[in-house]
């Protein structure tokens, strides 16, 4: 399964049904992705969990008073399917108010951050 895909959803569906936190598989990808979506401000806040084989991580779900800071997200790169970006190629997603996260030799970065370090990389997918 994709745990990408399956983060990204449950954010998503847990803003819709109005929950305060959802906890998630740990994997080094998905806590930076974490991070990521932490530092923009889709999330409130983020802790890993447990020990050895059994690690999760928290995540608090973010709010602009009764909605859901997340609206939509669309994976882009899927394991079937690889999507790549020169840095040159990179364009604003919905003229700014979404974001792109992108894996790059640099690490996790968004869109913006990513052209500003003049890297290209694997699209992940794009939140708004």
Same mark, same amino acid.
């Given at each position: 399964?994709?745990?990408i895909?399956? $983060?990204i959803t449950m954010l998503k569906n847990a803003g819709e049904? /109005?929950?305060e936190s959802i906890t998630v598989p740990f994997s080094k990808m998905t806590f930076s992705i974490a991070e990521a979506l932490a530092k923009h401000g889709y999330i409130k806040s983020f802790e890993k969990r447990g020990k050895k084989v059994a690690k999760f991580i928290d995540v608090e779900v973010a709010y602009v008073g009764n909605e859901p800071k997340i609206k939509g997200a669309? /994976? =882009?790169s899927k394991l079937s399917r690889r999507m790549y970006e020169k840095v040159k190629d990179i364009k604003p997603f919905r003229h700014g108010f979404g974001v792109a996260i992108l894996t790059t030799p640099k690490g996790i970065l968004t869109d913006k951050e990513a052209k500003k370090a003049n890297?290209?990389?694997e699209i992940? $997918?794009? =939140?708004?």
């Open positions: 399964m994709d745990s895909a399956n $983060f049904a /109005r929950k669309e /994976r =882009i890297v290209g990389g992940l $997918f794009k =939140i708004w």
